[in-house]
C-alpha cells in the first residue's frame, strides 16, 4: 500500500465549476500537508500547505485536512483555463520539507 | 530572480555511461533535494541535502550518487546509468527551518537510458 493515495483522473469539469481534489494516506504521524501544480513540462510549484488539521483558504483554493480520516482535499472555487494541470498531494512530518511523500497526482482541464 | 536551475534540459545516453546531472540554486537555501517522476507513480525523492557536506538517502537512492560541496549546487551522478533510470528528474531547493513557503523546483532533466 502506498503511504499516499491520489487518484489519477483525468478530471474535466467546465469553467466556473467547483472542483474537488483529494488524498488519503496512511501513516497519522504526518503533520504537514502540502498540494502542488504542474504545468505541462515544468517543475512543480507549492501552492499552499497546511498543518495538523484543518481548513486553509488563499484565494480561490482552500485546502482541508482531516486527520481523524487521514483524508486531504483541495477545493478550487471559480475554476479557469489557466487552473488546468496536474494536482500533487505531498505530506511531510517535519516543517523543514527535508523529507516529502508526494501523491501520484490528479490532471485537471477546465473547459472553457 | 529566485530560481534553481537545471543542465543539462534533455539527455539520451547508453547503458553504463557515467553522467552527471548538475542543480544549482541562488537563494541560499540549506536545503536541496532530488526528485524523480515516473507515470503513475509521482515524485520520488533519491537524496536531499541538509546543507553542506551533508547528504541522506531519500526513498529510491540506489545507482545515484550526490556531493554538496558548496551551498548553491547539488549535483545527481550516475556512475552507471541503466534503462530503468529513465525518468523525468526535478531538483528542488527550500529554505529550512519553519519555511515550508520557500520551497522551488527546477525546470526538469528528461533522462532517456538507451
Known amino acids: 500500500q502506498k503511504e499516499v493515495e491520489q487518484d489519477p483522473g483525468p478530471l474535466s469539469v467546465p469553467e466556473g465549476a467547483i472542483v474537488s481534489l483529494n488524498c488519503t494516506y496512511s501513516?497519522?504521524?504526518?503533520?504537514?500537508f502540502m498540494w502542488y501544480r504542474q504545468y505541462s513540462r515544468k517543475g512543480p510549484e507549492l501552492l499552499m500547505y497546511?498543518?495538523?488539521?484543518g481548513n486553509k483558504e488563499d484565494g480561490r483554493f482552500t485546502a482541508q485536512v482531516d486527520k481523524s480520516s487521514k483524508y486531504i482535499s483541495l477545493f478550487i472555487r471559480d475554476s479557469q483555463p489557466s487552473d488546468s494541470a496536474t494536482y500533487l498531494c505531498?505530506?511531510?512530518?517535519?516543517?523543514?520539507?527535508?523529507?516529502?511523500?508526494f501523491g501520484s497526482g490528479t490532471r485537471l482541464s477546465i473547459r472553457p | 530572480e529566485a530560481q534553481v536551475t537545471q543542465n543539462p534540459r534533455y539527455l539520451i545516453t547508453v547503458t553504463g555511461k557515467k553522467l552527471t546531472v548538475t542543480c544549482s540554486q541562488n537563494?541560499?537555501?540549506?536545503?536541496m533535494s532530488w526528485y524523480r517522476q515516473d507515470p503513475g507513480l509521482g515524485l520520488r525523492q533519491i537524496y536531499y541535502?541538509?546543507?553542506?557536506?551533508?547528504?541522506d538517502k531519500g526513498d529510491v537512492p540506489e545507482g545515484y550518487k550526490v556531493s554538496r560541496k558548496e551551498k548553491r549546487n547539488f549535483p545527481l551522478i550516475l556512475e552507471s546509468p541503466s534503462p530503468n533510470q529513465t525518468s523525468l528528474y526535478f531538483c528542488?531547493?527550500?529554505?529550512?527551518?519553519?519555511?515550508?513557503?520557500?520551497?522551488?523546483f527546477g525546470p526538469g532533466t528528461r533522462l532517456t537510458v538507451l
Open positions: 537563494m541560499n537555501h540549506e536545503y
Open positions: 497546511t498543518y495538523s488539521s
Open positions: 541535502s541538509m546543507n553542506v557536506e551533508v547528504t
Open positions: 501513516n497519522s504521524a504526518f503533520q504537514y
Open positions: 505531498a505530506m511531510s512530518f517535519y516543517s523543514s520539507a527535508s523529507k516529502i511523500i
Open positions: 528542488a531547493s527550500n529554505l529550512g527551518g519553519t519555511s515550508l513557503n520557500e520551497q522551488f
